[in-house]
């Protein structure tokens, strides 16, 4: 596809229960991060991969938050035992520039709305 | 002090004016920063990045940044009713690999 693609676009979770978000990313886009938006915030970093390395998790709130990306395209963001804290927007974005070099301009796609009741 | 932090707005702005945003950011060793624009519900969408000193100049947006006060804006010049959302200002520093860190963005309607 042209963009970033995520599904679902909305869940909704009893608390407790354990969800899966799904990220697409663009065609040939090395780098792949996932972020959490909370109402009339700005996105606040989780995770971030490489191909299927992930580099950097240092954003993940607690250890009911994982990750993966196991062939280096599509990524999974899994969220166990569900809290209402848990509510909010994530986002996934990919970006061509793998590292540290250049500028790496990130492409958000489209999120998936979490409501966790 | 928060690492990226912008006005809330929101700020009003006439169909046709110049709308301003500004960014601040804490962290000395930023070497990129962007601004997304992000409609109500929507994604954000990038409209920009720069990293050296000085302007920018892409169709009617200018970014413009001066690191040694640690400030970045926007200016939308002949701004319309279909730019009215919310402005979110990001940075990245290499050290810390592709992580954007962002404001919280401000919120920008034109009137017309």
């Known amino acids: 596809g042209a963009g970033v693609s995520q599904s679902p676009r909305y869940k909704v979770a009893k608390r407790g229960q354990d969800v899966a978000l799904r990220c697409d990313p663009i065609?040939?886009?090395?780098?792949l991060f996932w972020y959490q938006q909370a109402l009339g915030q700005g996105p606040e970093f989780l995770t971030y991969?490489?191909?299927?390395?992930?580099?950097?998790k240092s954003g993940l709130p607690s250890d009911r938050f994982f990750a993966e990306r196991p062939e280096g395209s599509v990524s999974t963001l899994k969220i166990q035992r569900t809290q209402q804290e848990d509510s909010a927007v994530y986002l996934c974005?990919?970006?061509?520039?793998?590292?540290?070099?250049?500028?790496?301009?990130?492409?958000f796609g489209p999120g998936t709305r979490l409501t966790v009741l | 002090q928060k690492e990226v932090e912008q006005n809330s707005g929101p700020l009003s702005v006439p169909e046709g004016a110049i709308a301003s945003l500004n960014c601040t950011y804490s962290?000395?060793?930023?070497?990129?920063f962007f601004w997304y624009r992000q409609y109500s519900g929507k994604s954000p969408e990038l409209i920009m990045f720069?990293?050296?000193?000085g302007d920018k100049e892409d169709g009617r947006f200018t970014a413009q940044l001066n690191k040694a006060s640690q400030y970045v804006s926007l200016l939308i010049r002949d701004s319309q009713p279909s730019d009215s959302a919310t402005y979110l200002c990001?940075?990245?520093?290499?050290?810390?690999?592709?992580?954007?860190?962002f404001g919280a963005g401000t919120i920008l309607r034109v009137k017309s």
């Open positions: 974005a990919s970006s061509q520039t793998p590292g540290t070099s250049g500028i790496g301009e990130q492409f």
């Open positions: 065609s040939g886009h090395v780098s």
């Open positions: 991969f490489q191909n299927e390395a992930q580099l950097d």
């Open positions: 962290d000395r060793g930023s070497q990129s």
């Open positions: 720069i990293y050296s000193n």
């Open positions: 990001a940075v990245k520093r290499r050290e810390y690999g592709n992580k954007l860190v």
